[in-house]
């Protein structure tokens, strides 16, 4: 069985020199700055996600407050303008967030073709 031959003297970036360490070296600075945006765009969504959640409740206990049906339609248009408005400013958001991911690989996928050139 061929094995790999590895020389414990010789580290490169904290990897021991070898094919696959060198490999893995080469992408774990990448994935780092990608999981960054995949967490940034995570934390968006759970934000997001809670503050429907409490718009939700709110709405729950002014509906149930209302006494006329008057009252009762006030509230729900005031609901839906504001559920409208709030998932298109989010729309907004991730998109401009997915955008600056884009330009961010876009730029890495620049920087490994200028040094594989």
Do not use: H
């Not at 945006?37 to 503050?51: D, H, I, K, P, S």
């Amino acid at each position: 069985m061929n094995k790999p031959k590895f020389d414990n003297r010789s580290i490169n970036n904290g990897f021991p020199s070898m094919p696959a360490w060198n490999a893995l070296a080469a992408v774990s600075g990448p994935l780092a700055g990608w999981a960054d945006y995949v967490g940034r765009l995570q934390n968006e969504a759970l934000t997001f996600a809670q503050t429907r959640f409490r718009r939700e409740v709110d709405a729950m206990e002014r509906f149930a407050r209302c006494r006329k049906p008057e009252e009762y339609v006030d509230a729900q248009a005031t609901f839906l303008a504001q559920t409208f408005s709030d998932y298109a400013k989010e729309n907004l958001k991730v998109a401009g967030m997915l955008g600056d991911a884009a330009q961010w690989a876009r730029e890495k996928i620049a920087e490994a073709g200028t040094r594989s050139s």
